[in-house]
């Protein structure tokens, strides 16, 4: 099936850092990516939808000056998170849909740690 | 309330038992849904989708009930592999996809 990765696996930083996550299809062309966010025994919010060549759409609530995406390539969307704070500390995941559209490929996630 | 909720457990069973887990959506809209698997620091994988007329793969049987509003995933003879929280996830439509909180499910020797 496709793949998608992300990088890094995990990272820690100091507050008020920033830290750039990518996230990409690496056997198929994503125009669309999601990126979400999963605290400890939570379910995966989404944050935003990147759109490659476009701005990106991010959910209510989401600071899009805190969490800036681009998507710059068919087969790559970043997302950095500026001034980190340790509230920001999470499981940050991409995806990717298929098809049908409700398919999602996920990349394997990355685990950030502010201190 | 939540749009799609699970118990969250955990649920703690020894190898062989039986477990089902339960979920509910609030949009009565919803299109399509699935169980996904999440093992600890991993990302969620489809476990499998969910039709109104039941589906079954191996040891897995999924049921949806649109007018409860209700989905349940059963688990047969339970294996330590099991062991992860499972996801109930719902698709709206569009690129709107709704992952419930998880339940925990814990398989002992």
């Known amino acids: 099936g496709a793949v998608v990765s992300q990088h890094p696996s995990w990272v820690i930083c100091k507050s008020g850092t920033s830290v750039k996550i990518e996230c990409r299809s690496l056997d198929f062309q994503a125009t669309t990516m999601f990126w979400y966010r999963q605290f400890p025994k939570q379910s995966l919010m989404l944050m935003a939808t990147?759109?490659?060549?476009?701005?990106?759409?991010?959910e209510q609530g989401v600071e899009k000056d805190k969490f800036l995406i681009n998507h710059a390539s068919l087969t790559l969307s970043t997302l950095t998170v500026t001034s980190a704070h340790p509230e920001d500390s999470s499981f940050y995941i991409c995806?990717?849909?298929?098809?049908?559209?409700?398919?999602?490929?996920f990349g394997p996630g990355t685990r950030l740690t502010v201190t | 309330r939540k749009e799609v909720e699970q118990d969250p457990g955990p649920f703690n069973v020894p190898e062989g038992a039986t477990v089902a887990f339960n979920c509910t959506y609030s949009?009565?809209?919803?299109?399509?849904f699935f169980w996904y698997r999440q093992d600890c620091r991993k990302e969620p994988k489809l476990l499998m989708s969910?039709?109104?007329s039941g589906n079954e793969d191996g040891r897995f049987t999924a049921q949806l009930n649109r007018a409860s509003q209700y989905i349940s995933l059963l688990i047969r003879d339970s294996k330590l592999s099991d062991s992860a929280t499972y996801l109930c996830?719902?698709?709206?439509?569009?690129?709107?996809?709704?992952f419930g909180a998880g339940t925990r499910l814990f398989v002992k020797a």
């Open positions: 969910v039709y109104s």
């Open positions: 996830v719902v698709y709206t439509g569009g690129f709107k996809t709704i």
């Open positions: 949009n009565s809209a919803s299109q399509s």
């Open positions: 990147s759109n490659e060549g476009s701005k990106a759409t991010y």
């Open positions: 995806s990717a849909p298929g098809t049908p559209i409700y398919e999602q490929y």
